[in-house]
């Protein structure tokens, strides 16, 4: 959506499509003047003819890392270096709008899917990847255990579940999707819900279960996943006009769970550890079912980890007041790991202490939303 600034200038302006920090859909005009006071600066990219995030990623990073540590600030705070003139100055888009009705209808409909998001964003700082690969524990992994974790306490049951995966090793390859519920993450969780099962016991199935969803995200790295292979065949049904009620089936399956790990540094002219104020909180995304969770992760250097997370006012499935009403289980798994308690055949949260009694008294929020408060999803 495009609309007139000052100057008669006309810019782009994602109306009801960027929430803002108060979580309310509006106009962002990418003006100069219609920049917020503080200096935050908006941006936005179209998503049809590429992937959005890691073009947003790239153009603030190489922004960030040249003006901080190549051309520097002036006194005055400003930006040191000489403009560039090459550059075509703008010019106006004609749009070919046949009614002003039409502009009215959309934006509405823009709205109302804008307002129906319930948006969390927060950055945990406790700890990140590089205390959880002290136990040779994939960070990706330990993050994929804990949402099943914290979705079975919420729930009381699992769901379809989506990751995506990069496909960078194929020419235009783009993603696959890694079904990350799994027999031997499901098997664990219970493991934690009954008091009767043992330390090693569960310290077994969570070793169990972060094998298999590394080995299920090698396979769709390499072009042995299967999601993708379904769509082709449901492409090639559509055409030859061929009824198959197994695609039916499978396609039809909602992914109330629809997660995916967002990457941070583009390219490296600076180091995130040492330039924290640098970092970005990164972007995420709507859920994909309407009585489900989008929840997108930024791991980004060794001690922070960023998340998104998202789902629909309208849907009593997911309710708003399930981000305030306590804490969750998945609490009390940081103490352990920051005591490297696994390296002591499952000390530590691998014990059968009640989930009430490990619970933070500070805690706040459901099972989602409060993850950097309340050390949530075993954070």
Same mark, same amino acid.
């Given at each position: 959506v495009w609309a007139q600034g000052q100057e008669g200038l006309w810019v782009p302006s994602p109306r009801a499509t960027v929430k803002k920090q108060d979580g309310v859909g509006g106009n962002r005009c990418l003006y100069k003047k219609k920049s917020p006071k503080n200096g935050t600066v908006p941006l936005k990219t179209g998503h049809l003819v590429t992937l959005a995030s890691p073009i947003l990623s790239f153009s603030v990073q190489f922004t960030l890392g040249t003006d901080r540590f190549q051309l520097g600030y002036s006194e005055g705070g400003h930006c040191c270096g000489e403009p560039s003139t090459a550059m075509a100055p703008p010019q106006?888009?004609?749009?070919?709008?046949?009614? /002003?009705?039409?502009?009215?209808?959309?934006?509405? +409909?823009?709205?109302?899917?804008?307002?129906? +998001?319930?948006?969390?964003?927060?950055?945990?700082?406790?700890?990140?990847?590089?205390?959880v690969k002290q136990f040779k524990i994939s960070p990706d992994a330990f993050i994929q255990i804990s949402l099943q974790l914290a979705h079975f306490w919420d729930k009381g049951n699992f769901c379809l579940t989506y990751e995506a995966s990069m496909t960078r090793l194929f020419r235009e390859g783009r993603t696959e999707t890694v079904r990350s519920c799994t027999r031997e993450s499901t098997a664990f969780v219970r493991s934690m819900m009954d008091p009767a099962r043992g330390q090693l016991e569960r310290l077994q199935l969570f070793q169990a279960a972060a094998e298999k969803h590394q080995h299920m995200y090698r396979l769709a790295m390499t072009g042995a996943g299967i999601d993708r292979h379904l769509f082709c065949l449901y492409v090639v049904s559509r055409y030859l006009r061929v009824e198959s009620p197994f695609l039916a089936q499978v396609l039809a399956e909602p992914w109330r769970l629809s997660t995916s790990q967002t990457p941070q540094q583009q390219i490296k002219m600076f180091d995130m550890e040492k330039n924290q104020d640098l970092v970005s909180s990164g972007g995420g995304f709507g859920p994909v079912a309407d009585d489900g969770y989008g929840v997108s992760y930024i791991i980004a250097g060794e001690n922070?980890?960023?998340?998104?997370?998202?789902?629909?006012?309208?849907?009593? /499935?997911?309710?708003?007041?399930?981000?305030?009403?306590?804490?969750?289980?998945?609490?009390?798994l940081a103490p352990s790991l920051r005591g490297q308690d696994l390296r002591r055949e499952g000390q530590g949260f691998w014990n059968n202490e009640p989930w009430e009694q490990c619970l933070p008294a500070h805690s706040v929020g459901g099972w989602l939303g409060p993850v950097g408060r309340s050390s949530l999803l075993c954070l």
């Open positions: 106006r888009l004609q749009w070919d709008i046949p009614e /002003e009705p039409s502009i009215t209808c959309s934006y509405r +409909v823009a709205k109302a899917l804008a307002d129906d +998001v319930d948006f969390h964003c927060f950055q945990f700082t406790n700890f990140g990847k590089g205390l922070l980890i960023t998340f998104h997370i998202s789902s629909k006012f309208s849907s009593p /499935e997911t309710p708003h007041g399930n981000w305030r009403r306590g804490s969750a289980p998945g609490a009390h």
